[in-house]
């Protein structure tokens, strides 16, 4: 009996495949202009607008202040931490090194990571009237900007 493996294919059917092909220029050229890069700034700007945003229909639904401060918060300490993500890799554009670069966006990561938790743990001390349904659904809706941003890449891409 055959031990399961992760290449299930015969050998036969292996040397059968295409083999991988390389873009030329022109090719390479045209993947980029379909698929551009996106703006982080604009990832940042679109997320403090989804809070201000959530933040008045927060206020509309309630009537009540609090509500409205608590989805600010949601969405501050999703976008601040973001901002800051996005300073960091700014800053490190000019870095040569494959390695340097992947523990700079790791070490990146990690802070907007704890500054976020950070801010969640903070959060009844900072807004004494905190509504945390309010803020949750506000840090979601902020957070799944990310998604709507790769998306849409045409419209947050720089121009």
């Given amino acids: ?82 901002a800051l993500f996005a300073r960091g890799l700014w800053r490190m554009r000019q870095i040569k090194s494959p390695l340097a670069s992947a523990v700079g966006l790791g070490v990146w990561e990690g802070i907007k990571l704890l500054l976020t938790l950070m801010g969640l743990v903070a959060a009844p001390w900072l807004v004494p009237t905190l509504n945390w349904p309010a803020m949750l659904v506000s840090l979601v809706l902020t957070m799944k900007v990310y998604w709507v941003a790769l998306a849409w890449r045409r419209v947050f891409a720089p121009k």
């Fill in 1 to 82: 009996m055959k031990p399961a493996s992760w290449d299930d294919q015969d050998s036969s059917q292996h040397n059968s495949q295409e083999e991988f092909k390389s873009l030329t220029a022109q090719e390479a050229q045209a993947l980029r202009l379909q698929q551009p890069n996106v703006s982080l700034l604009r990832v940042v700007l679109a997320q403090v607008l989804v809070g201000v945003v959530s933040a008045v229909v927060a206020y509309g639904f309630t009537l009540k202040a609090s509500v409205a401060w608590s989805a600010l918060y949601g969405a501050f300490i999703v976008a601040f931490p973001a």
